[in-house]
């Protein structure tokens, strides 16, 4: 991520994340850390045609690293691209020689859980009312060893219903849920 994905990237976190969307000042704080030789930040994009459609950040401290976010654009659900991005922060985790790392979920996102638990992330605790304003609770998850080998990801999940199509409990509605940790 450049400074230049700044704009896109804020276009994503506002419409998936319209609660608690951070702001512009966090993104550049954040890519400021992301160069040079005391680099502790990774924050990478993915574009389709020049869109963005996926974005993931990670930070590292000693030998812990936390995954910042990871979002998804809608119509990318289900394709396995939150999978690939995931696969590049935990390189990236690894080439900061971080020995675990963890995240926060809200409660309600088991779509994301279940990308988590393939990758080998163990549920160690809570975080009560940790996004605001809403008040949800996150559900703290860490992998210990960021250098095991990780799942298929060059193809969709199958376990992840495709958000594409239709729900047929639901007339009219189709099926998805939010992808951000």
Avoid: K
Avoid at 10 to 35: C, T
Avoid at 115 to 142: K, S, T
């Amino acid at each position: 991520m450049r400074w230049w994905d700044i704009d896109p990237v804020l276009g994503m976190e506002r419409e998936l994340f319209p609660e608690d969307a951070w702001s512009r000042g966090m993104f550049w704080s954040e890519l400021a850390h992301a160069r040079g030789p005391g680099a502790s930040r990774r924050y990478l994009v993915a574009e389709e045609d020049g869109r963005v459609v996926g974005y993931a950040g990670l930070v590292a401290s000693g030998e812990q690293a936390d995954v910042q976010t990871i979002a998804v654009a809608r119509d990318h659900w289900g394709t396995g691209l939150g999978a690939r991005l995931l696969t590049e922060l935990l390189r990236a985790a690894t080439a900061f020689e971080c020995s675990e790392v963890l995240l926060e979920c809200r409660v309600d996102n088991t779509r994301a859980q279940r990308l988590y638990e393939r990758f080998g992330f163990e549920p160690i605790g809570f975080r009560r009312g940790y996004y605001q304003p809403g008040n949800v609770d996150a559900l703290v998850m860490r992998l210990t060893d960021p250098s095991a080998p990780v799942p298929d990801t060059s193809a969709p999940d199958p376990s992840v219903p495709d958000p594409s199509v239709p729900d047929p409990s639901v007339p009219g509605i189709e099926r998805g849920t939010d992808n951000h940790a």
